[in-house]
């Protein structure tokens, strides 16, 4: 019996993460959305363009996280963990919408900053429950 509890306990942390990686990516594709048009709007230069993008997956992240760990242990590794699997799932996203793949050393700074911000989000996030 104490087996499978333990299964159910692990579905539901694994259940939390893919639920915040989907709203943390339909955030991410809104705003990303909102920022071209605002770059198109206001002639934003080109160089603002990959600031705006690490606020943009960094806030993804954040509302990801926000909204889908509810369970009350362990909310810095399951941020860690969603911030990883989020720079990667955007990166293949975006990189198909692009029309092209490049992983080069940015990509490992896109993941310390991801999983720094996972890390951060999972501790509000399940502080944020406690008190409730």
Not at 100 to 129: E, H, Q, T
Request: charged share 15%; glycine share 8%; hydrophobic share 55%.
């Amino acid at each position: 019996m104490a087996h499978r509890q333990k299964v159910e306990k692990d579905r539901g942390y694994i259940f939390e993460i893919v639920k915040a990686n989907i709203i943390a990516l339909i955030f991410a594709l809104l705003a990303v959305l909102l920022s071209a048009l605002a770059v198109k709007l206001f002639n934003i230069s080109d160089g603002a363009i990959p600031i705006i993008n690490q606020v943009i997956k960094t806030l993804a992240i954040f509302v990801g996280c926000i909204f889908s760990l509810k369970k009350p242990t362990n909310g810095w590794l399951r941020g860690i963990v969603c911030g990883f699997i989020f720079v990667w799932i955007s990166y293949v996203v975006f990189s198909l919408l692009d029309g092209k793949f490049n992983v080069g050393l940015s990509m490992l700074n896109d993941c310390v900053l991801g999983m720094v911000a996972g890390m951060i989000s999972g501790i509000i996030s399940v502080n944020i429950r406690k008190r409730k």
